[in-house]
């Protein structure tokens, strides 16, 4: 594929239950990018990778959020005990490398009732 | 804390004329900035990226970048209908995550 692909596109849920969120980045990108975008305002830095190792979690909410990327390229962000705040837009990007330009895939819409 | 602030808008402009957006951001050390495209309902386009003090013209499309006063603009000249979009201010610090503005959208009337 020419472009970052997200599964699902759309994930309804019940308050309390986990989720994951995959991300396919574009092939020969090292970085990986989280961001989480709520309506009406910009995307929020979650998590990245360089590689396999996450380099920089500080944007995670709190501890109920966690990502992996076992072989450096597919990622899942995992949810526990989803909140109704916790609804929002995924977003997940990538890049050659550090400092390179972030391509965006088409997000993962979230709703937690 | 690091923040990019945008005018939330909509800015509103007949087809044909120029949309200035503009960004201010707060970390002197900042190092990278872009505008990305956002289409209700998808994903963020880059459309200009700016490295360096000074204008970076790209079709339609010019990018101005003054460090000094922390501010970053995107004047869209001849502007289409299909402009018509939230335009997001981003910020690169280190060399990783950006910090994105709250976007401004922007409608282009025919």
């Known amino acids: 594929g020419a472009g970052v692909s997200q599964t699902p596109s759309n994930k309804v849920t019940e308050k309390g239950k986990y989720v994951e969120l995959r991300c396919d980045p574009i092939?020969?990108?090292?970085?990986l990018y989280w961001y989480r975008q709520s309506l009406g305002q910009g995307p929020e830095f979650l998590i990245y990778?360089?590689?396999?190792?996450?380099?920089?979690d500080s944007g995670l909410p709190n501890d109920r959020f966690f990502a992996v990327r076992p072989e450096g390229s597919v990622s899942t962000l995992k949810i526990q005990r989803t909140e109704r705040g916790d609804s929002a837009v995924y977003l997940c990007?990538?890049?050659?490398?550090?400092?390179?330009?972030?391509?965006f895939g088409p997000g993962t819409r979230l709703l937690v009732l | 804390q690091k923040e990019v602030e945008q005018n939330s808008g909509p800015l509103s402009v007949p087809e044909g004329a120029i949309a200035s957006l503009n960004c201010t951001y707060s970390d002197r050390g900042s190092q990278s900035f872009f505008w990305y495209r956002q289409y209700s309902g998808k994903s963020p386009e880059l459309i200009m990226s700016?490295?360096?003090?000074g204008d970076k013209e790209d079709g339609r499309f010019t990018a101005q970048l003054n460090k000094a006063s922390q501010y970053v603009s995107l004047l869209i000249r001849d502007s289409q209908p299909s402009d018509s979009a939230t335009y997001l201010c981003a910020v690169d610090n280190a060399g990783n995550m950006l910090t994105f503005g709250g976007g401004t959208r922007l409608m282009v009337k025919p």
């Open positions: 990778f360089q590689g396999t190792g996450a380099a920089d």
């Open positions: 092939s020969g990108h090292t970085a």
């Open positions: 990007a990538s890049s050659r490398g550090l400092a390179e330009t972030q391509y």
């Open positions: 700016i490295y360096s003090n």
